[in-house]
Each structure stands twice: as C-alpha cells, then as structure tokens.
C-alpha cells in the first residue's frame, strides 16, 4: 500500500530565516505530487504540483518554491520567510496514470508558525 | 477561475437531526470529492464523484452530484457526536488531465452537540 510521509510536523522560524519541508511517497512510482496551503480558517490552495522528476509548475507567486530531485521526493523551499507564510502546509500525491475514482491522497502536514 | 462555495460555513447541530451541507462551484467540472478534517489533522477523503446524478453513502453520509446545476451536497443523517469536523468539497477544474489541480471550498465546521 502506499504511505505519505511529511517533516516536520510542527516548526516555529523566524521572519527572514530559510525553510525546506520534505515529503516522500512510498508504494508507488512516478506519482503527481502536490503541495497545498492552508491559512488558519479557510480552504486549501494549491501552491505547486509536479508530474515528474525535476518538473514543478507553479500555481501562486510567492516566495516559495519547490523542487523534485527525485522520483517520490517532494520539497518547499523559501530563502526568507515572512509572517504571511505561516499556515499549515499539505503535500498530496495521485497516481499516474489517473485513476479518477482514487482520490487525493494528503500526508499529516506541516504546521508553520513564523515569528 | 473556478470558484467553490459552500454554506454554511458553520453548523451546529444536535445529536439525532438530519442536516445538508451544499457545495456549489462556477464552472465545468467533470469530478468532485468531500474530504473530512479533524483539528489539526490532514484530510481524509470521503467521497469521489464523477457523473452527474451520482450518490454515495458511507455510513450517516451521503453525497450527491448535479452536474448541470454545479451542486453537490454533502447529507448527515441522524448525526452523532464523532461526525464533528470539518468537511470539505474540492472541484477539478475543466475535463480530463491527469493532475488534480482541486480548488477547494472554504469548509464548513460542523459541530454536533450531544
């Protein structure tokens, strides 16, 4: 079966200082992944998915970005946080080929408090 | 753009009573899925649908898809203290593709009171 795992599950960063999130898929191969916002009481935003190795689109400008240095890695990055950053951030995977009756598959989160 | 409303936002509702939870979205879509959030917690997903005037039921839940009218709603039945959470819908935007680029409602928090 397959497993999402995400770190950290909680962290607290200065304002200006760097981030990396990981998340990693195991059981399956070339998934789609995806990683997903979430400010304190609302929705979900979908802030960039990737189809493959190296391959990142990018769905809000902002000061993050995200790489795929390999098959099942998915990583968000920023160089300077701000305040607006904080929120609790998802990654989500989907198999390939689609299977339209399989949902989104989320991990446990990373909840981020910038100070 | 794809926009996704649900109401009610909040909704408080005693043990025992029946309640719809609505999910209206924009534009064209050809899947919709109800996700469930406990606090602090990651989504769970519910259901998965795909075709106009389909249904599922998963226990005291059952969803349902109008395609034409760009609704689904989410349906509690005889509610118990452990359905408190918040529930999410998430639309595909467009036909077809092989991502799942969901734009989500903003959830509504469902409280059961004993």
């Known amino acids: 079966s397959q497993t999402i795992h995400q770190w950290p599950a909680t962290l607290v960063q200065p304002v200006g200082s760097p981030l990396s999130l990981e998340c990693t898929v195991e059981g399956t191969s070339n998934p789609n992944l995806y990683w997903y916002r979430q400010a304190a009481g609302r929705g979900l935003q979908l802030l960039f998915y990737s189809v493959g190795i190296g391959q990142i689109s990018s769905e809000v400008p902002q000061n993050l970005s995200a790489s795929r240095p390999q098959d099942r890695q998915f990583i968000l990055s920023s160089k300077k946080l701000l305040l607006s950053d904080s929120g609790f951030y998802l990654c989500?995977?989907?198999?390939?080929?689609?299977?339209?009756?399989?949902?989104?598959?989320f991990g446990n989160g990373t909840r981020l408090t910038v100070t | 753009e794809l926009k996704v409303e649900q109401n009610p936002l909040f909704l408080s509702m005693q043990e025992g009573k029946n309640y719809t939870i609505y999910c209206n979205y924009s534009?064209?879509?050809?899947?919709l899925y109800w996700y469930r959030q406990d606090p602090g917690k990651s989504l769970e997903s519910l259901f998965v649908l795909l075709s106009n005037g389909a249904v599922k039921q998963e226990g005291r839940l059952m969803a349902s898809l109008d395609t034409k009218a760009r609704l689904s709603t989410l349906h509690i039945t005889a509610a118990v203290h452990d359905l408190s959470a918040t529930y999410f819908c998430a639309v595909h935007l467009g036909s077809g593709g092989s991502n799942y680029k969901l734009t989500f409602g903003k959830g509504t928090l469902l409280t059961v009171n004993p």
């Open positions: 534009t064209t879509s050809d899947r």
């Open positions: 989500a995977w989907s198999q390939q080929p689609t299977d339209y009756n399989s949902p989104l598959h």
